[in-house]
């Protein structure tokens, strides 16, 4: 099935129909912190577009409509709707990132390495997760801790050797566990053969393999996402070469069938070692629009990035996505999860669904920050919006896709920290989260840290700080900003903050002897794995119960999702129901007592995150109920 043409006169509602647009209406919305009524009342929605934009003319880019249009009839072909779920291990695995650099150091350099995981795979054993997602392990220069990879068939020699990984894979198999690597395949270092050949001599075939333009302006307006053009000036040949990230980070032209081809070999020879699947960096933006057009400024203003609109879902990315599926992917029975930046609910249908064979599963970043909030924004999230969001996905998502459920990744400062610094909220947060993470309908990623409760880090100043996008960020506010205040705008949405040494023990020894790449700087008591292993009502052990839990019963995996009082604020209620099995989940999402709505007759209490139960619920306290 496909939505019709869009047209400027066609109605706000034909628009609102169409998967892109749908989405982009959201995604704007969202922006603005505006509710979805707005647009789907009756007199807005049917207004003409072009009557819309005869009254925004002011407001908007003359170019804004078209660019929209474009965009929107670019994709014309409706989401199937829901069909029966098929069952597969990644829907029933409980999946966690580790980030290399940061999580065990065996030979005590001070830089986390590949024996460091093995060490700590019965550790993974032992809370029970049985899929691990290792961030980038291969050669790189690290202007971009390895999502700027040198060489996709060697190992970081800091991190070990091939040897090392072949160990590691076979100690996960060992295990019964998954492993799946990090694909970075949007761009290479610039210190990549390939790209040294490219600048080297604009005859070699490898000068196809990036995007480069001889203009003697710079090509167009795009920005990079690490402060700056999207473009750098290779004087040795008077081109611009394209990057979307650092200045180190070069984007591959997939255009170019031989880099299809490589990547695709890449890629199996990687399955041929046995790794079970990939998590694929920034995999929609791929395709690139024809000819590089200049962003639209007023799409630049609404989501910060100009360009965007030109790749977050280019003409070709689903013809990509289908091949290397088929081609890579389909004969080892590989599975893959996206990392999708700005795909939302409608086109993520597109790429997942089941019936699409592009990708298993991808990630959206939707609920990691509230409503009209950006991620270096200093502010109190409401765990009101993490609900609307998980209620919306998971009712209108379909049984044809399947969600990844998670707070936290390396990309983002740490989620509780957003929600209350108050050291009392903190282990009932953090189990509050488990509790909805584990038993939603999805697969939960869990990331590194997670488990013990780990906050944001008091980093003193930028000194600490390492990474490439938080220094760039500290320039580009210095430019408007004293030095205090740039600081404090880089605390608030850097990465760094879930880049620090995992916190095994109190005394920080347990990740390395040496002295640590970055530091961490949060030492309250009790919030280390040791500590918590010892201690009987831990975040830890929560999280060990709590994936115990959804491991033994289906109808936490597949069961059906019903919600309850889903208007009640503060209050997050549902139930997990197959034919077998019923569970009740009741939820306060504030820090003051809530009223519980929940009768508890009949209903045996499963798990809770205070020790004795109450009639009210108290703040942030998830129990679990069993009827049956
Ligand atoms: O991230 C892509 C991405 O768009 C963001 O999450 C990014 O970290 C930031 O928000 C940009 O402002 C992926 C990786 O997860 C990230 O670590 C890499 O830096 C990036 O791609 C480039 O490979
Ligand atoms: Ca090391």
Not at 90 to 114: H, L, M, T
Not at 204 to 219: L, N
């Amino acid at each position: 099935m496909k939505a019709p043409v869009i047209t400027k006169n066609s109605r706000i509602k034909d628009l609102y129909q169409t998967p892109m647009g749908k989405d982009l209406v959201h995604k704007v919305l969202l922006q603005m912190n505006q509710k979805r009524t707005i647009i789907t009342n009756p007199i807005v929605s049917h207004l003409k577009i072009k009557t819309v934009e005869k009254l925004l003319k002011k407001q908007f880019d003359p170019n804004f409509f078209d660019a929209l249009l474009t965009l929107v009839n670019q994709e014309r072909t409706l989401p199937s709707k829901t069909s029966t779920i098929q069952e597969t291990w990644w829907k029933e695995a409980v999946f966690y990132q580790i980030y290399p650099r940061s999580f065990c150091d065996a030979n005590q350099d001070g830089i986390g390495d590949i024996q460091g995981i093995i060490s700590k795979l019965d550790y993974l054993q032992a809370i029970g997760v049985n899929a691990v997602w290792l961030s980038p392990i291969y050669d790189s220069p690290n202007d971009d801790n390895g999502y700027d990879i040198r060489d996709y068939y060697q190992i970081l020699d800091t991190f070990g050797s091939m040897e090392d990984f072949e160990l590691l894979l076979n100690e996960v198999h060992q295990r019964e566990m998954k492993l799946i690597m990090d694909l970075v395949v949007n761009h290479t270092s610039d210190e990549h053969e390939w790209y040294k050949q490219a600048v080297e001599d604009t005859q070699s075939k490898y000068h196809d393999y990036y995007i480069f333009r001889s203009s003697k302006e710079i090509p167009n307006n795009w920005k990079s996402f690490f402060g700056g053009p999207a473009w750098r000036y290779e004087s040795t040949i008077n081109e611009w070469a394209m990057h979307l990230f650092s200045t180190k980070q070069m984007d591959l032209n997939w255009e170019n069938n031989e880099v299809q081809e490589d990547i695709m070999s890449m890629i199996r020879w990687w399955l041929d070692k046995g790794v079970d699947g990939f998590r694929m960096d920034v995999i929609n933006y791929l395709s690139k629009a024809k000819g590089l057009p200049d962003g639209n400024k007023t799409i630049s203003d609404m989501i910060g990035y100009t360009g965007i609109e030109h790749y977050f879902y280019g003409p070709k990315l689903y013809d990509y996505l289908t091949k290397i599926k088929k081609q890579a992917f389909m004969p080892y029975n590989a599975f893959s999860v996206g990392e999708m930046p700005g795909i939302g609910m409608e086109m993520g249908k597109l790429l997942t669904g089941d019936d699409r064979h592009a990708l298993d599963m991808f990630f959206s970043f939707d609920h990691l920050e509230a409503p009209g909030h950006v991620r270096f924004d200093d502010y109190v999230y409401d765990l009101n919006d993490l609900k609307d969001y998980l209620i919306d996905w998971t009712l209108n998502y379909g049984n044809h896709c399947w969600m990844a459920l998670f707070y936290n990744n390396h990309d983002n400062p740490r989620f509780i920290s957003k929600v209350s610094k108050q050291p009392e909220h903190r282990p009932y947060l953090s189990t509050l989260l488990a509790v909805i993470q584990l038993t939603l309908k999805g697969t939960p990623f869990i990331y590194q840290g997670d488990e013990i409760g780990a906050i944001n880090q008091a980093f003193p100043n930028m000194n600490e700080l390492r990474d490439v996008e938080s220094l760039n960020m500290y320039q580009s506010y210095l430019e408007t900003s004293n030095e205090q205040e740039a600081f404090n705008k880089v605390l608030a949405g850097s990465r760094d903050h879930t880049r620090v040494p995992m916190k095994w023990d109190q005394r920080n020894v347990g990740f390395s002897k040496g002295v640590s790449w970055i530091k961490g700087f949060d030492d309250t008591e009790g919030y280390d794995v040791e500590s918590q292993m010892k201690q009987e009502r831990s975040i830890w052990h929560s999280y060990q119960l709590l994936i115990e839990l959804r491991k033994n019963n289906r109808a936490l995996i597949y069961g059906d999702v019903v919600f309850y009082k889903a208007k009640k604020k503060d209050y997050f209620m549902y139930q997990r129901i197959d034919q077998d099995q019923v569970f009740w989940i009741e939820c306060n999402l504030s820090s003051q007592p809530l009223k519980r709505c929940l009768d508890l007759q009949n209903k045996k209490l499963v798990y809770s995150n205070y020790e004795q139960t109450s009639n009210v619920l108290r703040p942030y306290e998830a129990t679990i109920y069993r009827l049956r």
